[in-house]
């Protein structure tokens, strides 16, 4: 049964850089279709980023040109490179993991079923 780790977060200031991780256990994650969502105290789930199996990614648009997502299915892991970070990006971070027809419908977190603990982001002074 395919589990979810995410590493990484923490706090930084603003127009700084993160790196975090999605270590897969129990299933090869390289089946999977892989997002990032993150959730702000009092709002929504939101799409970050997603990847699909054969590398195609789709990102949201309020971080375009600042996250980029990979998957290295050697090590069984998926990352998410954050530069350029804002106080807006300050959230709760998780991957999650589905099939890899879900990445067409990737910004919907109805369509995965695995999910990490998730990793705290904080951008701040």
């Known amino acids: 049964q395919l589990q979810l780790s995410e590493s990484g977060g923490g706090l ?6 993160l790196r975090l991780s999605c270590a897969a256990s129990g299933a090869a994650l390289n089946y999977h279709a892989v997002a990032w969502f993150r959730q702000a105290p009092g709002k929504e789930r939101e799409r ?16 375009r ?8 299915d050697a090590k069984n892991t998926v990352y998410l490179q954050m530069d350029s970070l804002k106080p807006e990006d ?3 971070y998780f991957c999650a993991a589905g099939p890899p027809v879900v990445f067409r419908y990737c910004i919907s977190a109805s369509v995965f079923g695995t999910w990490g603990q998730g990793t705290q982001v904080t951008v701040s002074t």
């Open 65 to 72: 040109d600042r996250f980029t997502i990979s998957r290295d």
């Open 12 to 17: 930084v200031r603003p127009g700084g850089s």
């Open 90 to 92: 300050s959230a709760l």
């Open 48 to 63: 970050v980023a997603c990847i699909s199996t054969i590398l195609n990614t789709d990102y949201d648009n309020s971080v």
